[in-house]
């Protein structure tokens, strides 16, 4: 059994849209990410779930609870979901202390006195503000202003932890840090957490799962690798990273892939693994049919010659490159495509010259022609 459940959860603003019947299932204690552009209907999940707004349709779950339910003309307050929740704004207190700040939602419970500092203090020097107690929430960072915001939704012992773009406000290098500093918490925290972004690198490092919307639809659910290796659709295929696309067709293939020859990129046919063939209606394509191989670019080898015998080699031109420091970043044309490709070796290769690129099987997937 799920421990919380979404139902066929609908939500129109206006009378379009926002949230279009989706269904979740998510785990207890899971890390459990909504990602997608801005306006996909992320965040008004979010506050559906946190009771912040109401659905049109559908039910919303709890364990054996349920939280909201139009049809049945049953909703549950805020404050009676045992739910935490960070803002992107983190909407702090300015007038208030950080002890005040991450005391208020204990305030709100009854709890008070030597029972409430412990609890505060705890909190405090897990997200690593301890000896901040009577600092002023406007004279902290942004950094700092999280954590508050982080230690007060913590701070009641909340089953579900909901977080709605905490770390867009930050500078990139904050960012970074806060990311880690979140994964970390996690692990000392047993808690559920719902986290929104828009933030791809957010969410393929800090999560278990991620759910990808699209105009308020689910486009697909999945582990971090199997949504970026093995994306169920062509937007989440190209919103999750750069992709190469090649245009080909079928020429052969066994039980275990799928043999591809491409065009116009001087290669061999390509050996692609079956699990990493995408059907369309008709089902897996068939021996003679147009399709489409998707490859990420970090899954390629670059270099300057070709090797005898070796597999899933394509034939490129090195238009240009960029030194980044520790490494190259080259721009490479393989047939009519031109994408961007970082290569980890701190070595310049001139460009204007053909470059050979080793395509590693899990990097490429199979698609139906566009």
Partial sequence: MSFLRI????????????????????????FFT????????????????????????????????????????????????NMGMVF????????????????????LRGIKGGEAQKKVADVLGLVGLGGLEERQAPALSGGQQQRVALARALVFSPKV????????????QLR?????????LRQRVNVTVIFVTHDQIEALSLSDRIAIMKFGVLEQVGTPEQVYYQP???????FLGKTFLLSGKVVGGSDQQLR???????????????????ASANGVPAVGQAVMVAIRPEKMALSESAHDGQENVVEGTLQASQFLGDRYEYTVTLGADTRVIVSPEARQLKPGGKVFLALKPEGMTLWPAE
């Fill in 88 to 107: 992107q704004s983190y909407a702090l207190w300015p007038h208030m202390t950080v002890y005040e700040n991450v005391a208020y939602p204990l305030k």
């Fill in 7 to 30: 139902e066929n959860l609908y939500k129109t603003f206006g009378g379009a849209p926002a949230v279009d019947r989706i269904n979740l299932d998510i785990k207890e204690g899971e």
């Fill in 260 to 278: 591809v020859q491409v065009h116009g990129v001087g290669a061999a046919a390509l050996n692609i693994p079956r699990s990493n063939v995408i």
């Fill in 176 to 184: 970074e840090e806060m990311r880690r500093e979140l994964k970390a």
């Fill in 161 to 172: 932890l909901l977080l709605d773009e905490p770390l867009s406000n930050l500078d990139a």
């Fill in 34 to 81: 909504l990602l997608g552009s801005s306006g996909c209907g992320k965040t008004t999940t979010l506050r559906m779930v946190g009771g912040l707004e109401k659905p049109d349709s559908g039910a919303i779950y709890l364990g054996d609870q349920c939280l909201v339910a139009p049809e049945k003309n049953l909703f549950i307050k805020p404050e009676k979901r």
């Fill in 232 to 238: 169920a659709t062509p937007f989440v295929r190209d």
